[in-house]
């Protein structure tokens, strides 16, 4: 498994290194379309403030709580090392299909990846890595109109320290190494820039999204479908809102502020906050980002292993929205 992970991550880094590259490996002219058969540009928008969402990013948490505290002493006044997490991601567009007229419009079919590693900062000691891989068919209509519909695998293991050290926490907690949680989502997803219609350009700043999951149980052509260990859990939601403002000048770049919120049947629907802004270096306009930012987060743990258990954190950030 270890040995699969490093590959990916290696193909993943490879990748990332042409994501500001918007064309394609190969386009076919169909009548009055496009199509495009492998390239790095998605018809949908990348989430800032998802803590799950698909991206390259390197982020050091400082955590304020966790139910989880390996022997670190954090909820009684003590010394935590905190966590640095290393979150290689890529998404790939398998085959788009645009107007050759409007090539901004259309639908495309993508596959994403990403592979966060949870580490203890100070020693880098694994605590867990997560494997986060979807299938998505979105489409473009208007420009300011993103739709999406996708099917989310999420896997996740307990890292090396698990198995040889003792956890101190407010909750007792066996670390299982056999537990490995697993899930396989059907997502449907909206993303609205509803001021894009009505003003200038260089105020098209916002962005709205929603998304709506829900597990299906059976199988399909891309395997079994899993919902472990809560079969009966099926419903997630999520919402978030964005802004941008790009300076006049391109070279000095921008501002950036996102605010997401999530809720799974798992947790009984309890509230996930996540919120982050920050400088956006200069690039065109909506393009592929990069971003340096500040984070805070409460809710449930985004190590998947621990889906059950809350923490809290506040995190400094660098990312690429791929």
């Given at each position: 498994m270890k040995k699969?992970?490093?590959?990916?991550?290696?193909f993943i880094f490879t990748a990332n290194l042409f994501s500001q590259d918007t064309t394609s490996?190969?386009?076919?002219?169909?009548?009055?379309?496009?199509?495009?058969?492998?390239?790095?540009?998605?018809?949908?928008?990348?989430?800032?403030?998802?803590?799950?969402?698909?991206?390259?990013?390197?982020?050091?948490?400082?955590?304020?709580?966790?139910?989880?505290?390996l022997d670190?002493?954090?909820?009684n006044d003590g010394t935590y090392k905190g966590r640095l997490v290393i979150n290689p991601g890529v998404k790939i567009s398998l085959f788009?299909?645009?107007?050759?007229?409007?090539?901004?419009l259309g639908v495309d079919v993508a596959l994403g990846v990403t592979i966060p590693a949870f580490m203890r900062s100070g020693n880098n000691d694994l605590v867990g890595m997560d494997g986060i891989f979807y299938f998505a068919i979105s489409g473009k209509p208007f420009n300011w109109l993103s739709l999406r519909f996708s099917k989310h695998h999420y896997c996740t293991h307990i890292g090396d320290e698990f198995?040889?050290?003792?956890?101190?926490?407010?909750?007792?907690?066996d670390p299982n190494i056999s537990q490995l949680p697993v899930r396989d989502d059907m997502v449907?997803?909206?993303?609205?820039?509803?001021?894009?219609?009505?003003?200038?350009?260089?105020w098209d700043i916002l962005q709205v999204y929603t998304d709506i999951g829900f597990f299906l149980?059976?199988?399909?052509?891309?395997?079994?479908?899993?919902?472990?260990?809560?079969?009966?859990?099926?419903?997630?939601?999520?919402?978030?809102?964005?802004?941008e403002y790009y300076f006049p000048n391109k070279y000095i770049g921008g501002l950036f502020l996102a605010g997401n919120v999530s809720a799974y049947q798992n947790n009984a629907f309890a509230p996930n906050i996540s919120v982050m802004g920050g400088y956006i270096f200069p690039q065109d306009r909506f393009k592929k980002r990069l971003r340096i930012g500040y984070q805070y987060y409460n809710g449930r743990k985004t190590?998947?292993?621990f889906y059950n258990r809350k923490e809290k954190y506040t995190a400094l950030f660098i990312a690429i929205d791929v």
């Amino acid at each position: 498994m270890k040995k699969t992970y490093t590959i990916l991550i290696l193909f993943i880094f490879t990748a990332n290194l042409f994501s500001q590259d918007t064309t394609s490996l190969f386009k076919i002219p169909i009548k009055n379309w496009n199509a495009q058969i492998i390239g790095l540009s998605q018809f949908y928008p990348t989430y800032l403030a998802d803590p799950l969402e698909i991206r390259f990013e390197a982020s050091s948490r400082n955590i304020h709580y966790s139910d989880v505290d390996l022997d670190d002493n954090v909820n009684n006044d003590g010394t935590y090392k905190g966590r640095l997490v290393i979150n290689p991601g890529v998404k790939i567009s398998l085959f788009r299909f645009s107007p050759k007229d409007k090539p901004n419009l259309g639908v495309d079919v993508a596959l994403g990846v990403t592979i966060p590693a949870f580490m203890r900062s100070g020693n880098n000691d694994l605590v867990g890595m997560d494997g986060i891989f979807y299938f998505a068919i979105s489409g473009k209509p208007f420009n300011w109109l993103s739709l999406r519909f996708s099917k989310h695998h999420y896997c996740t293991h307990i890292g090396d320290e698990f198995p040889t050290i003792g956890v101190r926490s407010p909750i007792d907690y066996d670390p299982n190494i056999s537990q490995l949680p697993v899930r396989d989502d059907m997502v449907i997803s909206v993303a609205v820039k509803p001021l894009q219609p009505f003003v200038h350009p260089k105020w098209d700043i916002l962005q709205v999204y929603t998304d709506i999951g829900f597990f299906l149980p059976g199988g399909d052509f891309l395997g079994t479908r899993q919902n472990k260990p809560n079969q009966g859990a099926y419903m997630h939601y999520q919402g978030g809102i964005e802004l941008e403002y790009y300076f006049p000048n391109k070279y000095i770049g921008g501002l950036f502020l996102a605010g997401n919120v999530s809720a799974y049947q798992n947790n009984a629907f309890a509230p996930n906050i996540s919120v982050m802004g920050g400088y956006i270096f200069p690039q065109d306009r909506f393009k592929k980002r990069l971003r340096i930012g500040y984070q805070y987060y409460n809710g449930r743990k985004t190590e998947n292993q621990f889906y059950n258990r809350k923490e809290k954190y506040t995190a400094l950030f660098i990312a690429i929205d791929v």
